[in-house]
Protein backbone atom coordinates (compact mmCIF):
# COMPACT_ATOMS: atom_id res chain seq x y z
CA UNK A 1 0.00 0.00 0.00
CA UNK A 2 1.32 3.15 -1.01
CA UNK A 3 1.58 6.11 1.63
CA UNK A 4 0.70 9.80 0.50
CA UNK A 5 0.98 12.61 2.20
CA UNK A 6 -1.61 15.46 1.64
CA UNK A 7 -1.81 18.91 2.52
CA UNK A 8 -4.75 19.86 2.79
CA UNK A 9 -6.06 24.13 3.00
CA UNK A 10 -9.40 24.95 4.88
CA UNK A 11 -9.66 28.47 3.16
CA UNK A 12 -11.76 30.86 4.51
CA UNK A 13 -12.58 34.49 3.26
CA UNK A 14 -14.89 36.82 5.05
CA UNK A 15 -16.19 33.93 7.33
CA UNK A 16 -16.96 31.71 4.63
CA UNK A 17 -15.11 28.38 3.73
CA UNK A 18 -14.37 26.94 0.46
CA UNK A 19 -15.65 23.99 -0.75
CA UNK A 20 -15.09 21.74 -4.13
CA UNK A 21 -17.34 19.38 -5.55
CA UNK A 22 -14.95 16.23 -6.89
CA UNK A 23 -15.81 14.92 -10.31
CA UNK A 24 -18.41 11.88 -10.31
CA UNK A 25 -16.23 9.48 -11.91
CA UNK A 26 -12.92 10.00 -9.78
CA UNK A 27 -11.32 10.65 -6.84
CA UNK A 28 -11.08 8.94 -3.01
CA UNK A 29 -14.76 10.92 -2.61
CA UNK A 30 -16.44 10.96 -5.63
CA UNK A 31 -19.86 13.44 -6.45
CA UNK A 32 -18.96 14.90 -3.01
CA UNK A 33 -17.94 17.92 -2.04
CA UNK A 34 -14.26 18.70 0.23
CA UNK A 35 -11.64 20.74 0.81
CA UNK A 36 -9.06 21.25 -1.87
CA UNK A 37 -5.13 19.70 -1.56
CA UNK A 38 -3.24 17.47 -2.70
CA UNK A 39 0.20 15.10 -2.39
CA UNK A 40 3.54 16.64 -1.33
CA UNK A 41 6.20 15.78 -4.17
CA UNK A 42 9.70 14.35 -3.12
CA UNK A 43 11.86 16.97 -0.85
CA UNK A 44 9.01 19.33 -1.35
CA UNK A 45 8.73 21.87 1.57
CA UNK A 46 5.32 22.08 3.19
CA UNK A 47 4.06 25.56 3.08
CA UNK A 48 5.69 25.39 -0.69
CA UNK A 49 3.75 22.33 -1.26
CA UNK A 50 0.74 23.51 -0.06
CA UNK A 51 0.73 27.01 -2.07
CA UNK A 52 1.22 25.07 -5.11
CA UNK A 53 -1.62 22.35 -4.71
CA UNK A 54 -3.87 25.82 -4.09
CA UNK A 55 -1.92 27.37 -7.58
CA UNK A 56 -2.36 23.93 -9.43
CA UNK A 57 -6.52 23.68 -7.83
CA UNK A 58 -7.74 26.68 -7.52
CA UNK A 59 -5.92 28.95 -9.86
CA UNK A 60 -3.42 31.83 -9.91
CA UNK A 61 -5.43 34.41 -8.74
CA UNK A 62 -6.59 33.01 -5.39
CA UNK A 63 -4.64 35.05 -3.26
CA UNK A 64 -3.55 33.55 0.09
CA UNK A 65 -2.26 35.67 3.01
CA UNK A 66 -2.27 33.75 6.32
CA UNK A 67 -1.16 30.32 6.99
CA UNK A 68 -1.11 28.21 9.94
CA UNK A 69 -0.78 24.93 10.79
CA UNK A 70 -3.72 23.43 12.61
CA UNK A 71 -4.03 19.34 12.89
CA UNK A 72 -3.09 16.05 11.26
CA UNK A 73 -4.90 12.74 10.77
CA UNK A 74 -4.36 9.53 9.14
CA UNK A 75 -6.68 6.73 7.68
CA UNK A 76 -7.19 4.37 4.35
CA UNK A 77 -8.88 5.26 1.23
CA UNK A 78 -9.32 4.13 -2.11
CA UNK A 79 -9.14 6.24 -4.87
CA UNK A 80 -10.59 6.08 -8.68
CA UNK A 81 -9.18 7.25 -11.60
CA UNK A 82 -10.23 8.41 -14.68
CA UNK A 83 -9.54 5.09 -16.74
CA UNK A 84 -11.67 3.31 -13.85
CA UNK A 85 -8.56 1.76 -11.96
CA UNK A 86 -8.38 2.24 -8.56
CA UNK A 87 -5.74 1.67 -5.45
CA UNK A 88 -5.64 1.91 -2.05
CA UNK A 89 -3.69 4.40 -0.32
CA UNK A 90 -2.47 5.47 3.56
CA UNK A 91 -2.71 8.60 3.48
CA UNK A 92 -1.40 11.26 5.83
CA UNK A 93 -3.63 14.63 6.37
CA UNK A 94 -1.75 17.98 7.48
CA UNK A 95 -4.39 20.16 7.15
CA UNK A 96 -3.64 24.11 7.68
CA UNK A 97 -6.13 27.18 8.35
CA UNK A 98 -6.13 29.51 5.40
CA UNK A 99 -7.31 33.12 5.33
CA UNK A 100 -8.03 34.38 1.61
CA UNK A 101 -7.08 37.53 0.13
CA UNK A 102 -10.05 37.43 -2.30
CA UNK A 103 -12.51 34.60 -4.07
CA UNK A 104 -11.27 34.08 -7.24
CA UNK A 105 -11.35 31.27 -7.97
CA UNK A 106 -10.16 28.65 -11.18
CA UNK A 107 -10.94 25.31 -10.69
CA UNK A 108 -8.53 22.78 -12.95
CA UNK A 109 -10.26 19.48 -13.82
CA UNK A 110 -10.15 17.71 -10.22
CA UNK A 111 -13.06 19.82 -9.73
CA UNK A 112 -16.42 20.56 -11.12
CA UNK A 113 -17.88 23.47 -9.03
CA UNK A 114 -16.66 25.44 -6.15
CA UNK A 115 -18.70 27.51 -3.30
CA UNK A 116 -17.77 29.47 -0.55
CA UNK A 117 -20.33 28.71 2.14
CA UNK A 118 -20.83 30.17 5.42
CA UNK A 119 -21.04 27.91 8.73
CA UNK A 120 -24.37 27.73 9.00
CA UNK A 121 -24.95 26.58 5.48
CA UNK A 122 -22.40 23.83 5.75
CA UNK A 123 -24.60 21.16 6.15
CA UNK A 124 -26.56 21.60 3.37
CA UNK A 125 -23.67 19.83 1.17
CA UNK A 126 -23.06 16.84 0.50
CA UNK A 127 -19.73 16.61 2.21
CA UNK A 128 -17.16 13.74 2.26
CA UNK A 129 -16.67 12.18 5.51
CA UNK A 130 -13.09 13.25 5.74
CA UNK A 131 -14.53 17.12 5.18
CA UNK A 132 -17.13 17.01 7.36
CA UNK A 133 -14.95 15.26 10.27
CA UNK A 134 -12.65 18.59 9.72
CA UNK A 135 -15.25 21.17 9.50
CA UNK A 136 -16.51 18.92 12.87
CA UNK A 137 -13.13 19.44 14.73
CA UNK A 138 -12.89 23.00 13.82
CA UNK A 139 -16.48 23.66 15.65
CA UNK A 140 -18.34 25.31 12.53
CA UNK A 141 -20.22 22.16 11.36
CA UNK A 142 -22.32 20.22 14.51
CA UNK A 143 -22.06 16.61 15.45
CA UNK A 144 -25.04 14.48 13.61
CA UNK A 145 -26.75 12.88 16.53
Known amino acids: MRQRIIVCPLIRNEGAYLL ?7 GVFPGQWALSGGGLEPGERLEEGLRREIREELGD ?18 KSYADSSSEQLHMIYLIFD ?11 DEFVEHA ?21 EKGVLPTRQ
Do not use: H, S
Open 20 to 26: CKMPPDR
Open 61 to 78: CLRIGAIQPWTFRDDIRT
Open 98 to 108: CEAENRDVTLN
Open 116 to 136: WVEPERLQDYDLNEATRRTLQ
